[in-house]
């Protein structure tokens, strides 16, 4: 069995380093793309910080919430843009004893990261960095670019003798309907059920939210 002479210290990868950095060339070029394009998924999700949500509350009696709604994967995400370059601009400025140049803003953050790019890859962290990068990027992409539909497990069937687990499939947009809701073994949802099963999907979409926030 070989190994590779100064490996990328990219997470599973396996191509050797670049001499005098840490990263492969293909790490580094996926890394510095994302880096550059933080600023503009920042402005995006911007623009959808607030929602427009209707719920089943909503279709049955008219009834809508006051106030904004806010989105809050996107909120979250844009201030762990922050959180995260503005991290990796201190270590520049500590460790490599550059003057600040930049403020907490992720379009100065990212310019100022990209002007120290060569030295942040032949940093013991470089590996970290791509990794946070590049996790940043995804995590944005995530939430501008939802699947399509997703699955939600809503407890135990209530058909006599069925073991199956009844699951709604729902929309990006987040809307279901009634006949997206049964189990695999073929079992609907009667309609004297429609009203407590939005109710059961509402608090599942809750836990999931819930969930991926403290993941």
């Not at 089943?56 to 201030?79: K, Q, T, Y």
């Not at 100065?108 to 590996?127: I, R, S, T």
Request: with cysteine.
């Amino acid at each position: 069995m070989t190994t590779t002479e100064n490996p990328c210290d990219a997470l599973d990868c396996q191509n050797a380093s670049v001499p005098g950095h840490r990263i492969c060339m293909a790490c580094s070029d996926k890394a510095g793309t994302e880096l550059v394009g933080l600023p503009r998924l920042y402005d995006e999700l911007e623009r959808t910080l607030t929602l427009s949500r209707t719920g089943m509350r909503e279709r049955i009696s008219g009834w809508r919430p006051n106030g904004i709604s806010l989105n809050e994967p996107a909120v979250n995400i844009r201030a762990e843009m922050v959180e995260v370059l503005g991290a990796w601009a201190k270590l520049v400025v500590d460790e490599l004893g550059v003057a600040p140049g930049y403020h907490r803003q992720v379009r100065k953050l990212a310019g100022f990261l990209m002007v120290h790019f060569d030295a942040l890859m032949a940093h013991p962290a470089a590996g970290d960095f791509v990794e946070e990068i590049n996790d940043l990027a995804g995590a944005a992409r995530g939430v501008l670019e939802p699947s399509n539909e997703m699955r939600l497990d809503l407890g135990p069937c209530a058909e006599q003798d069925c073991d199956r687990t009844v699951h709604a499939t729902i929309k990006g947009d987040g809307e279901w309907s009634p006949d997206q809701v049964g189990c695999e073994a073929g079992h609907t949802v009667r309609p004297d059920q429609w009203l407590l099963l939005g109710r059961r999907i509402e608090r599942a979409q809750q836990n999931l939210s819930v969930s991926s926030h403290a993941a």
